[in-house]
C-alpha cells in the first residue's frame, strides 16, 4: 500500500538527531515612566498628539523653536478599523424594512403548521419567538418554539427582483437602496452611518460593493438604452416639422480624472478616464442623447502581468479598458466616437457647441467626412460662457494708451478697471446677442439682423 509521505517542517525531531529549535523573536518589555535614555509605546492616538510627521515620513518631536526633545518614543501598533457593523445588535431590537402582507402570512402558516403538529403544546402557554436571517437591509425569519422544539419554514418578509438566473434572488430593498444611492455623492460609509441613525442594522461594505456592482451594470445598460430613444424621438420630431435639414444640434463637453489640470495644453496628459456627454439642442426638453467613456484602467492586466503574462490593453480577454495606455486621450476622439453612435442610430450633426479647449467639433467633422459624406461640414459654436470670459482675458490683456488709466493712483486699481471694462463690454454682447436670437431664431440669419439696427430694440 502506497502511502504519501508529509513534508514535515525542518525542526521537525528525528531519532538520532538533536531537535533543532528555531531562533525565537526577542520580546522587549517596555517602562509605564519616561527616563532619560527609556523607550516608550504610546496609544495611537496620544503618539499623534505627542509626535509630529516630517516630509519624510519621519517623526520627531519638537518644540516651539524646532528643538528635539529628550523622550524616546516607539511607533504605535497599528489599530485595526473597527466598522459600524462591527458592533454585536441584537437585530430584533432594531428597526428592520418588514412587508407586512408576508409576516402576517408567515404568522397564520406557522400557527396553523404549530397545531397540526404539536396539539398538546398548542393547547397550552406556547413560547414562540423569531430567528432571524439578514441578506443586506432585509430579513427572513424562522419561527420557532421554545417549549416543544417546532421550526417553521424560513420565510422571506420581503419582495424580490424576479430573474431567470438560478441562486439566490435579489431583494428588492437591497437594490432600490443602492440605485438610489448612486445618484448621490455619498458613499457605502457614509450610508451605513444613515442606516445606523434610523435605528436599523447596516449591512456590510463587503455586501454593499457586490449589489452595487450588479446594480452599477444594469444601470449602464438601462441610461445606453434610454439615451438611443430619447435619440430617435428627437430625430422624428425634426423629420415631423417638414425641414429640409434632419440634422441634429448638440452640445459636447468631457470630463477628466486628471488631478493635474494647469492650462490648455496640458488637458488631460496623467488622465486614465474620462467621460464625454452630448446633449441635444432641437427641443426644449434638452435631452443627453450619447455618452462616451474612454477608460485606461484594467485590473485584470495588472493580475496577470503580476505572474508573468504578458498582455497588452484593450487586446485581451476580459479586458475592462477600451484604450490604449500609451496612446493620449483627447476630446477629439470623444467627438469621433460620438459621431459614430449617433451615425449608428441614422443621426448626423449639424452644429456643435463646445467650450474653446475642446477638439469634439473636430472629430465630428473628421468622422463625417471620412465615413459619410466628404462633402458635409459641421460647424462649431463657441460656448457664450466661455467665450465671455475669454472676451474679459482679452480685455485684461489689452494694451490701452497711456492716459486712459492714468488717474489711477495704484496698477491694481487700473487693473480692477480693466477688468471691469471686460465685463462691461461682455454684458452688452450678451444683450446684443440675445436680442439678435430672439429676432430671427435662427443662428445662420443672425448676421443678417446685425446689419438691420432699426430691427434692434
Same mark, same amino acid.
Given at each position: ?29 517596555? @517602562?509605564?515612566?519616561?527616563?532619560? #535614555?527609556?523607550?516608550?509605546? !504610546? ?36 489599530? =485595526? ?9 441584537d437585530p430584533l431590537d432594531c428597526s428592520m424594512p418588514v412587508r407586512m402582507r408576508d409576516m402576517v402570512s408567515m404568522w397564520n402558516a ?5 397545531? /397540526? ?12 419567538? !423569531? ?5 443586506? !437591509? ?12 417546532? &421550526? ?9 427582483? =424576479? ?49 452595487? $456592482?450588479?446594480?452599477?451594470? @444594469?444601470?449602464?445598460?438601462? /441610461? ?11 430625430? %422624428? ?8 435639414? @434632419? ?20 488637458? #488631460? ?40 503574462? %504578458?498582455?497588452?490593453? =484593450? ?8 484604450? $490604449? ?15 459614430? /453612435? ?9 452644429? &456643435? ?21 466628404? %462633402? ?11 467665450? #465671455? ?69
Amino acid at each position: 500500500m502506497l502511502t504519501a509521505k508529509k513534508n514535515r517542517k525542518k525542526w521537525f525531531f528525528k531519532a538520532g538527531h538533536k531537535k533543532y529549535q528555531p531562533k525565537c523573536k526577542r520580546e522587549c518589555t517596555f @517602562e509605564s515612566h519616561v527616563e532619560e #535614555g527609556k523607550w516608550k509605546r !504610546l496609544k495611537h492616538d496620544d503618539f499623534n498628539l505627542v509626535a509630529r510627521r516630517r516630509t519624510d515620513g519621519t517623526y520627531h518631536l519638537p518644540d516651539s523653536n524646532g528643538n528635539q526633545g529628550s523622550t524616546k518614543l516607539l511607533r504605535p501598533t497599528a489599530v =485595526p478599523r473597527k466598522s459600524i457593523c462591527d458592533v454585536q445588535t441584537d437585530p430584533l431590537d432594531c428597526s428592520m424594512p418588514v412587508r407586512m402582507r408576508d409576516m402576517v402570512s408567515m404568522w397564520n402558516a406557522a400557527l396553523t403548521s404549530h397545531a /397540526n403538529c404539536n396539539p398538546d403544546c398548542h393547547r397550552q402557554e406556547s413560547k414562540f419567538d !423569531l430567528r432571524p436571517y439578514r441578506q443586506g !437591509l432585509v430579513y427572513s425569519f424562522e419561527v420557532y418554539c421554545a417549549r416543544c422544539g417546532f &421550526v417553521h419554514t424560513k420565510t422571506k418578509c420581503y419582495r424580490v427582483v =424576479p430573474s431567470s438566473g438560478p441562486g439566490r434572488k435579489a431583494a428588492a430593498v437591497n437594490k432600490g437602496a443602492v440605485t438610489a444611492l448612486l445618484d448621490t455623492t455619498i458613499g457605502a460609509t457614509q450610508f451605513q452611518r444613515v442606516v445606523c441613525g434610523m435605528d436599523m442594522v447596516s449591512p456590510h461594505l463587503t455586501s454593499l460593493q457586490r449589489i452595487t $456592482n450588479k446594480v452599477g451594470g @444594469e444601470l449602464v445598460v438601462y /441610461n445606453h438604452r434610454d439615451m438611443r430613444i430619447k435619440a430617435r424621438a428627437v430625430a %422624428n420630431a425634426i423629420k415631423m416639422r417638414g425641414v429640409t435639414d @434632419e440634422r441634429v444640434n448638440v452640445q459636447v463637453d468631457g470630463r477628466y480624472n486628471s488631478q493635474t489640470y494647469g492650462r490648455r495644453g496640458e488637458m #488631460g496628459l496623467s488622465a486614465t478616464q474620462v467621460v464625454s456627454f452630448t446633449r441635444e439642442d432641437n427641443t426644449d426638453y434638452k435631452f443627453c442623447i450619447d455618452m462616451v467613456v474612454l477608460d485606461k484602467l484594467c485590473s485584470t492586466a495588472q493580475w496577470l502581468k503580476g505572474r508573468g503574462y %504578458n498582455v497588452r490593453c =484593450p487586446d485581451h480577454a476580459g479586458c475592462s479598458s477600451n484604450f $490604449n495606455a500609451a496612446d493620449t486621450m483627447t476630446e477629439k476622439e470623444l467627438g469621433k466616437r460620438t459621431a459614430e /453612435n449617433l451615425a449608428m442610430q441614422n443621426i448626423l450633426v449639424n452644429h &456643435v457647441t463646445t467650450d474653446g479647449d475642446a477638439g469634439a467639433a473636430q472629430g465630428i467633422q473628421e468622422y463625417t467626412r471620412n465615413c459619410i459624406n466628404p %462633402n458635409m461640414t459641421v460647424t462649431r459654436l463657441p460656448d457664450r460662457s466661455h467665450l #465671455g470670459a475669454v472676451q474679459v482675458r482679452h480685455c485684461r490683456k489689452a494694451e490701452f494708451t497711456d492716459s486712459m488709466f492714468a488717474h489711477f493712483e495704484s496698477k491694481a486699481q487700473a487693473n480692477r478697471a480693466k477688468n471691469l471694462l471686460g465685463r462691461d463690454i461682455q454684458y452688452r454682447c450678451a444683450v446684443i446677442v440675445q436680442n439678435l436670437y430672439k429676432i430671427s431664431n435662427n443662428v445662420s440669419s443672425m448676421t443678417e439682423s446685425y446689419t438691420s439696427a432699426n430691427k434692434l430694440p
